[in-house]
Nanobody, 126 residues
Framework: QVTLVESGGGLVQAGDSLRLSCAASKGTFSRYSMGWFRQAPGKEREFVAA????????YYADAVKGRFTISRDSAKNTVYLQMSSLKPEDTAVYYC???????????????????WGQGTQVTVSS
């Protein structure tokens, strides 16, 4: 069983930065790849970023590439999503999730994720 708890969301202005955190159960990162997804009101959940547990490779959605960075601190059992140059269209509930697959090609699909956090709201004003 893996428990994931997101934090760090809030209300910011366009162009600001924000760092989301996802605290995971101890040992999660040695067995699970981690992903960040988001869901805006009236829209489907979409992939944001992922990090493979085995290779450490990362992958980003085109909409956030160059602005967001996913990273992990295994000592703290925490995965981060550093977001910069935020835009109003980044407004959404952000979720972290855990996936057993080590293959980066599998990680953009939400179907393969076994565990999800409760989400944290990010609102970007114009």
């Amino acid at each position: 069983q893996v428990t994931l708890v997101e934090s760090g969301g809030g209300l910011v202005q366009a162009g600001d930065s924000l760092r989301l955190s996802c605290a995971a159960s101890k040992g999660t990162f040695s067995r699970y790849s981690m992903g960040w997804f988001r869901q805006a009101p009236g829209k489907e959940r979409e992939f944001v970023a992922a990090l493979s547990w085995s290779s450490g490779s990362t992958y980003y959605a085109d909409a956030v590439k160059g602005r967001f960075t996913i990273s992990r601190d295994s000592a703290k059992n925490t995965v981060y999503l550093q977001m910069s140059s935020l835009k109003p269209e980044d407004t959404a509930v952000y979720y972290c999730a855990a996936n057993r697959s080590p293959h980066i090609s599998n990680l953009p699909s939400s179907a393969g994720y076994d565990y999800w956090g409760q989400g944290t709201q990010v609102t970007v004003s114009s």
